[in-house]
């Protein structure tokens, strides 16, 4: 049996998400748990910080991607506007992907869509009680990062020109149009292909373009 937090606390919450089906499934959940609650809705990342701003919202629940742009990009300025504001992610991007990121941008938890009503529900629950929620998953590569920072963004370990080259190939450029693009022999872009491969511990271009779609164009 889940235990209810007060019923008399007043709990304002915003959920910004560009399907209303799923706004619609988290209120119901939220009335369940905060009777008293108010609830905003949002499509749009340009409401997002508008909202947050006027209505003086305790907790975010956020998507990261909407038509308009990431949600990524205006935690910060979430947390500017209102330090005592709790933000949870939930969205269907891959949490080891992803969730730090989010966390280093100022989330307070991350939760995944794919999840089964029930674990929704409790992770919700435990976010209003505590202000936080974060997986098994989410807690380990957390520890990871302690120790291997580059975790959050394996890219962060190449440098500008290998990150540059790295772009090249994710564009469908081959060495001879590279070297002739940036002025450098042949031989000199198969050398840092190869030290790219080495940091980024992968073996062919399907991976090195997985990687640049998912930590350098989010």
């Known amino acids: 049996m889940i235990e209810l937090p007060n019923e008399n606390k007043e709990i ?54 909407f038509p308009d742009g990431n949600s990524l990009h205006v935690l910060s300025e979430i947390k500017k506007a209102n330090p005592n504001i709790k933000i949870l992610i939930f969205t269907g991007l891959e949490e080891d992907l992803h969730v730090l990121k989010f966390i280093k941008a100022g989330a307070d938890g991350y939760l995944s869509k794919l999840s089964e009503e029930e674990e929704v529900r409790e992770a919700l629950l435990h976010f209003i009680q505590k202000g936080e929620y974060f997986s098994d998953l989410s807690r380990n590569l957390l520890v990871q990062f302690v120790y291997n920072p580059n975790l959050i963004n394996p890219l962060t370990s190449l440098t500008k020109r290998e990150l540059e080259i790295a772009e090249m190939y994710t564009e469908g450029l081959g060495n001879l149009e590279i070297a002739n693009h940036l002025g450098i022999k042949q031989n000199t872009v198969s050398t840092i292909k190869k030290n790219i491969f080495n940091k980024l511990k992968i073996e062919n271009l399907v991976e090195l373009i997985d990687l640049i779609n998912t930590h350098h164009k989010i």
Do not use: M
């Open 12 to 65: 304002r919450f915003l959920l910004a998400d560009d399907h209303s089906i799923v706004r619609q499934g988290i209120e119901i959940i939220i009335d369940e748990i905060v009777p008293n609650a108010i609830i905003y809705h949002t499509s749009s990342v340009r409401k997002i910080l508008e909202i947050v701003e006027s209505k003086e919202v305790d907790i975010a629940i956020i998507d990261a991607h």
